[in-house]
């Protein structure tokens, strides 16, 4: 059975940081591309960072210098870890994992955050 379970979210004030987990099973970790994505409310799902089965990385521009995406192989998790948070980074994160050669793409439930005084 696939998983994906996020965790780490919270209240955070701006300026402040959070570290986010995604912690995989049911599938070949390592063999797929993980990727981290947010809602806010009324907007649309975007794209805020993926890492490759190599280690490359990419970042949205809103996010870029300030977030860090990684990923432990041993432990079959991926992280976020988000500084100099912003109001504007306030929403729903969600982890995703694809396999394209396979068709795969599984979604995590979501974590909760909010960048507010």
């Known amino acids: 059975q696939v998983q994906l379970v996020e965790s780490g979210g919270g209240l955070v004030q701006p300026g402040g940081s959070l570290r986010l987990f995604c912690a995989a099973s049911?599938?070949?970790?390592?063999?797929?591309?993980m990727s981290w994505y947010r809602q806010a409310p009324g907007k649309q799902r975007e794209l805020v960072a993926g890492?490759?089965?190599?280690?490359?990385?990419n970042y949205a521009d809103s996010v870029k210098g300030r977030f860090t995406v990684s990923r432990d192989i041993a432990k079959n998790t991926v992280y976020l870890q988000m500084n100099s948070l912003k109001p504007e980074d306030t929403a729903v994160y969600y982890c995703?994992?694809?396999?394209?050669?396979?068709?795969?793409?599984?979604w995590g439930q979501g974590t909760q955050v909010t960048v507010s005084s």
């Open positions: 995703r994992a694809e396999r394209r050669a396979l068709g795969n793409d599984y």
């Open positions: 049911g599938f070949t970790f390592s063999s797929y591309y």
């Open positions: 890492i490759s089965t190599f280690g490359t990385t």
